[in-house]
């Protein structure tokens, strides 16, 4: 097919576009509205590869969308350059991470230069340079002045192979996010960011992202952050202090509570066990250690048998006084709510299942043979005014007994066992029993949430140093800020082997400080922090790179942001973009910010898969970027890319066709060298079915890019090449002015995909570059109109009007025009029609008897 190199093409408009650098964002001056374009900034951990080529595609086709509509774009890239990514790669090739890391960054510079993409390149950013992580630096100093960063020991995930600690949200499925491996808990003093304080906040403001984010990504969102309504109960406990609170979402069901269970690893468990007799604490120390060795998943699985200690102490009910044995089981969770539970068998499945391995009672208190729909509550009373226990004798509820059938009762009904709430709907009985325990003083309304705070150290070499020191009398203050940017210490001389403990405690000199306050010898702190608060800001960070004087301008951030269009992977859903949510709530609350969320859309593409498997440099199935830039070339592989399928699907690469796609670009191109007339002639001249196909694209081609339906956009540009091949070749040939309107329009739309080949025609065509840059054509209405029919308008059979109406109307559509119609109400005369027959787009027929 050739005809056009599309290498030379490429290296030609690229050195324009280096020379001209014609995609810089206006400043001030430019009054055009703004758009702010993001592509989820890549990690130098490799070479790029064609799951990047699809990102990074997608990214372009918007930016350069948004300037043909006229409005000033930001569309800036940088690198997630620390982290474990390139600190292990470096590791596994006896490198150091700087340099490997800038390497790789370099090259990945090269590959997009190559690929076309209208970056801002006056504004690049790596987290990794001391002009950037000094503002994580800045950014940790400000959440603990806020209280909302702060240290604890408690248990974490534990990564054994990467030997660092983990956030909750780079645990998935129990194993560690990065390399794969099972994780466990280990308890450790760490720093945690406070993310819980903002937990309602991060869930609300979800609804303002309903219909601009994918679906999926707010539901995983919301089960995330997993809020439960319901209230805490307050249990004394039979020879001992003080009161013990746990968590429900069913206090309606007090009266049915017949045992007590508490986390075997919680302080709690720990505190009744001594003073319990020697068999017992043997008993609780080898369930204990089995307990440790569990996985939160497989502690939570419904499926494995229940297993737990009876601890030898009493829980007693606020509500009736009665004992509950106290037991401690795998099950309950030492982290959520506040890890003891009491249990309702008759009414909870798993505490019914461990009712039933260790024969403890079952009591029912919810009889869900009445069901209660309505919010009004039902309630009978015998004579003397005492509701009357609806269900308490039924001898239907032995079919339902759940200590017989081994199903738990979590239906609707009607409350029965429960003394004052005797009668009442779920609902109601939760009200009325929050307001007895809260004028009790042995409960309250409260919620609950899955979401936990965020785990930030990490024992690694390659990130950004938290800015603390620990000074000999066990303080800990902040590095002063003039001693900021706190940077890395040299690489030589450190063992970066991960070993458990940061490599930076190694660093013997650099550990050396000073107690700001007293002079005193003090030492740093030395794990790094999790790269998830590196990219938590980025967006923000790119108005001015490398301003050493603020984070980033609040002016510059209330112009630009939020992020008019965020594009990356769906694994992002959770981690990144809860951080960045949450960090931009953080500095809306310091009066940085105007605006609440980041991102106002985002776009998730699917996965380029090689044989089944999403591509990776581990299982060999890499089809590398940037040699796929000289063969086959920017252009193709982008619009082979983008017209593979819907953006967020999946893409397998053996289905990808790079030979339709240069086919496609070389009828294009021929299409442009055979135009023969000026760019001078009038176009209204030209073939009026032709320019029907050119302004129908110029019309639907906005709302189809705004829907990201790339795909359905090239097929209609494919569309609109063969019909210009089919003009040129017959009638009025390459001389008809709608072939070089159609040739112009090609060229403009196609520069979303194919940005050197579109330069390339604008050029044949006889313009001056960049096409890049020249505002959207506005479609003629007069060529959009379609093909029309008369249609005959009949009241009682006689002829009253006729309409002229597009030829594909629809029978409502046509009723409508009808009954509107001059003539026709002219003909009725207040007559009312009874009847009405529609045959679209020929006839309508009324009636009036
Ligand atoms: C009594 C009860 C009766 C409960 C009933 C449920 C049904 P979600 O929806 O996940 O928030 N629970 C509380 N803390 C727990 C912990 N640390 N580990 C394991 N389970 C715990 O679940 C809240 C329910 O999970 C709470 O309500 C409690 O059991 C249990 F018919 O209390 B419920």
Not at 345 to 355: E, G, I, M, N, V
Not at 755 to 770: D, S
Not at 821 to 833: A, F, M, N, Q
Request: some cysteine.
């Amino acid at each position: 097919d050739g005809g056009f190199d599309a290498y030379a093409i490429q290296q030609k408009w690229q050195a324009r576009w280096a020379e001209s650098d014609p995609f810089r964002a206006g400043d001030d001056s430019d009054t055009r509205p703004r758009k702010y374009v993001l592509g989820m900034f890549p990690y130098p951990s490799g070479d790029l590869h064609m799951g990047h080529a699809e990102n990074y595609a997608y990214v372009d086709v918007v930016a350069r969308f948004w300037r043909h509509r006229g409005y000033n774009v930001l569309n800036p890239i940088g690198w997630d350059s620390f982290g474990l990514p390139a600190e292990n790669a470096a590791i596994q090739r006896g490198a150091e991470p700087r340099g490997w890391t800038y390497a790789n960054i370099e090259q990945h510079k090269k590959s997009f230069r190559q690929y076309g993409s209208s970056y801002d390149w006056s504004r690049i950013l790596h987290t990794s340079d001391p002009e950037y992580y000094r503002w994580n630096q800045w950014l940790f100093q400000r959440l603990y002045e806020r209280d909302l960063a702060y240290r604890k020991d408690s248990p974490v995930n534990w990564c054994p192979n990467d030997q660092t600690v983990l956030a909750n949200e780079q645990v998935v499925d129990g194993h560690c996010e990065r390399c794969g491996a099972e994780v466990i808990k280990k308890k450790l003093t760490q720093w945690y960011f406070k993310i819980t304080q903002y937990a309602d906040r991060l869930l609300d403001d979800l609804n303002q992202l309903e219909g601009f984010w994918p679906s999926k990504v707010i539901r995983m969102q919301r089960n995330w952050i997993g809020r439960s309504v319901g209230a805490d109960i307050e249990f004394e406990i039979e020879g001992r202090e003080g009161r013990v609170t746990v968590f429900s979402t069913r206090p309606d069901t007090l009266h049915g509570a017949t045992f007590f269970v508490v986390a075997p690893d919680s302080d709690l468990a720990a505190e009744l066990v001594t003073g319990a007799d020697s068999d017992i604490r043997m008993r609780f120390q080898d369930y204990l250690e089995q307990v440790q060795r569990e996985t939160d998943i497989e502690r939570q699985s419904t499926d494995r048998p229940k297993t737990g200690v009876f601890l030898g102490r009493y829980a007693i009910n606020p509500v009736n006084g009665e004992r509950l044995p106290i037991w401690a089981a795998d099950y309950v969770l030492a982290d959520y709510g506040h890890g003891a539970v009491m249990a309702v068998p008759a009414h909870d499945q798993r505490d019914l299942d461990f009712a039933r391995a260790f024969d403890l009672p079952v009591r029912v208190v919810v009889d869900t043979t009445a069901p209660i729909t309505g919010a009004i509550p039902v309630i009978e009373l015998d004579d003397q005014g005492v509701p009357i226990d609806p269900g308490a004798d039924d001898a239907s509820l032995d079919s339902l007994n759940p200590a017989v059938t081994g199903i738990a009762l979590t239906g609707e009904g009607r409350m029965i066992n429960s003394g004052s709430l005797n009668g009442l709907s779920k609902r109601n009985a939760i009200a009325r029993i929050t307001d007895e325990l809260l004028a009790a003083g042995t409960g309250r309304a409260a919620k609950s949430y899955r979401l936990r705070d965020w785990l930030i150290s990490r024992q690694r070499f390659w990130g950004t140093p938290i800015p603390m020191i620990h000074t000999e009398d066990g303080r800990i203050v902040p590095v002063p800020e003039d001693q900021l940017p706190l940077t890395l210490p040299d690489v030589q001389g450190l063992d970066l082997t991960p070993k458990g403990t940061s490599p930076l405690g190694g660093a013997t000199e650099w550990m050396q400080t000073v107690d700001p306050e007293t002079g005193e010898p003090a030492l740093r702190d030395p794990d790094t922090m999790d790269t998830f608060v590196d990219s938590s800001w980025y967006f923000l960070r790119f108005f001015a790179p490398n301003d050493p004087t603020e984070a980033f301008s609040s002016r510059e951030a209330n112009k630009w942001a939020p992020v008019d269009s965020y594009i990356g992977g769906v694994e992002h859903a959770i981690l990144h973009l809860l951080y960045a949510r949450f960090i931009t709530k953080v500095l809306f609350d310091m009066g940085l910010i105007e605006f609440t969320e980041p991102f106002s859309s985002l776009i998730n593409q699917g996965m380029v898969l090689l044989g089944g498997s999403k591509m990776s440099k581990s299982k060999g199935n890499l089809v590398e970027f940037a040699s796929s830039m000289v063969d086959p070339g920017a252009d193709v592989v982008r619009t082979a890319i983008a017209f593979a399928g819907p953006v967020e699907d999946d893409i397998n690469w053996e289905d990808v066709s790079t030979t339709g796609a240069h086919k496609f670009l070389s009828r294009a191109w021929r299409v442009a060298s055979d135009v023969t007339s000026a760019p001078e002639v009038v176009w209204a001249e030209g073939d009026q079915s032709l320019r029907r196909v050119t302004h129908r694209l110029l019309a639907d081609a906005p709302g189809l890019v705004e829907q990201t339906k790339f795909n359905v956009v090239i097929a209609r540009l494919m569309e609109l090449v063969n019909a210009t091949r089919k003009v040129i070749d017959s009638g009025a040939g390459p001389a008809d002015p709608a072939v070089r309107e159609a040739a112009e329009v090609t060229a403009m739309v196609l520069d979303l995909f194919a940005p050197h080949m579109a330069e390339e025609m604008w050029e044949i065509l006889g313009y001056e570059p960049f096409v890049g840059l020249v505002p959207w054509r506005q479609a003629d209405p007069m060529l959009l109109v379609e093909d029309s029919v008369t249609s005959v308008v009949q009241i009682d059979g006689k002829v009253r009007s006729t309409l002229t109406v597009p030829a594909r109307i629809d029978a409502a559509a046509l009723e409508e025009l009808a009954r509107n119609d001059e003539k026709v109400l002219r003909s009725l005369d207040g007559k009312e029609i009874v009847r009405a027959i529609v045959r679209a787009p020929k006839v309508v027929s009324f009636s009036t008897r």
